[in-house]
């Protein structure tokens, strides 16, 4: 069965220009771009996607560098979707994510690891709808 989730490319692989080497690693993948989205987020939207780490010590660090230059949100299809996706983009510390995988190739850091991924349905469906409003599964 197709199944979507939800990519940002983070201001960090923005500013260093890795988006179109990003977006072919994706389709090379298989993934069909349904709908892609530029977006400067609020200090607002920037938290909600971020929800999740609220009153951790990196929350307002990771809510800030988030908002650094726009981000691109990618609406991706294909059988698998979510564990496929979050498989090729390697582990959120780019030092332990593994050899070929995006982050691993461009992540810089922890925080500057060049792209997010909904990391389950429930997390796609409240993410999604910060990048496409009118979204509808």
Known sequence: MIEQT????KPDAFKRRLVGKIIT???QEGFNIAEISLKSLTQEEAEALYEVHRGKDFFEPLVSFIREAPVIALLLERKGAIGHLRKIIG???PDEAAPQTIRALY???IRRNVVHAAESREAFEKEVRIFFPDFKP
């Open 91 to 93: 582990k959120t510390n």
């Open 107 to 109: 992540g810089t850091s």
């Open 6 to 9: 939800l990519l940002l490319i």
């Open 25 to 27: 690693q994706i389709e």
